[in-house]
């Protein structure tokens, strides 16, 4: 099974800075044959499902804000809020897509300071 | 608009067998860019991904976690427009909320992003 391990685990940003959630895989989800990195961010507020924000590493979904980005390769991610907002209180989770078993980050708590 | 719905027992005994649906509306499960999957989440912990059907084809072919292999079933519906999940010999530990979720085709074998979920129901079980 691919590990995924994201750092750190909690973080408390100040409004209008920025957040920076690191996602580390134990194997790369890079595919040679179509040089994609097989990686999403997910976000997930209290009592609701996680919301994809972005796949393929770095591809925002239609109707996410352009304040979160996505970058890495191979097996070092990272998703960023360039300005932290108070409705990005949440949970967001990486997740490897490249190989079964599917796998999740165990998440990592981003709170307003 | 693409609505899943978990529907399902919130309470099964210990030993008994935990059976979910999730209903689609807005898209089919025939739709050969789309897999459709289960994914869990127990109390305040993290996401564990169950498994996956593929009904793009004429029958179901599901994928499974190694882990939870030996217990689980996933089928599908087309003429509901429904896929199901069986999970037998359930202990506390398979308490959690269980999310049905739309599953992008990247490749084979089951694999792709979660883009659409639903609302997740919870399960309790204890006896």
């Known amino acids: 099974d691919i590990v995924m391990t994201q750092s750190p685990d909690s973080l408390a940003v100040s409004l209008g800075e920025r957040a920076t959630i690191n996602c580390k895989s134990s194997q790369s989800v890079l595919y040679s044959f179509d040089n994609k990195n097989y990686l999403a961010w997910y976000q997930q507020k209290p009592g609701q499902p996680p919301k994809l924000l972005i796949s393929?590493?770095?591809t925002r979904e239609s109707g996410v804000p352009d304040r979160f980005s996505g970058s890495g390769s191979g097996t070092d991610f990272t998703l960023s809020i360039s300005s932290l907002q108070a409705e990005d209180v949440a949970v967001y989770y990486c997740?490897?897509?490249?190989?079964?078993?599917?796998?999740f980050g165990q998440g990592t708590k981003v709170e307003i300071k | 608009q693409l609505q899943l719905q978990e529907s399902g027992p919130g309470l099964v005994k210990p030993s008994e067998t935990l059976s979910l649906t999730c209903t689609v509306s807005?898209?089919?499960?025939?739709?050969?860019?789309?897999?459709w999957g289960w994914i869990r989440q127990p109390p305040g912990k993290g996401l564990e991904w169950i498994g996956t059907?593929?009904?793009?084809?004429?029958?179901?072919?599901?994928y499974y976690h190694p882990s939870l292999k030996s217990r689980v079933a996933i089928s599908a519906d087309a003429s509901k427009n429904q896929f199901s999940l069986k999970v037998n010999s359930v202990t506390a530990t398979d308490t959690a909320v269980y999310f049905c979720?739309?599953?992008?085709?990247?490749?084979?074998?089951?694999?792709?992003?979660?883009?659409?979920w639903g609302q997740g129901t919870l399960v309790t079980v204890s006896s």
């Open positions: 059907v593929d009904y793009s084809g004429s029958s179901g072919s599901a």
């Open positions: 393929w590493a770095s």
């Open positions: 979720a739309r599953q992008v085709q990247t490749g084979s074998l089951g694999r792709g992003n979660f883009d659409l």
């Open positions: 807005g898209d089919s499960i025939r739709s050969s860019a789309y897999y």
């Open positions: 997740h490897q897509y490249s190989s079964s078993p599917l796998t």
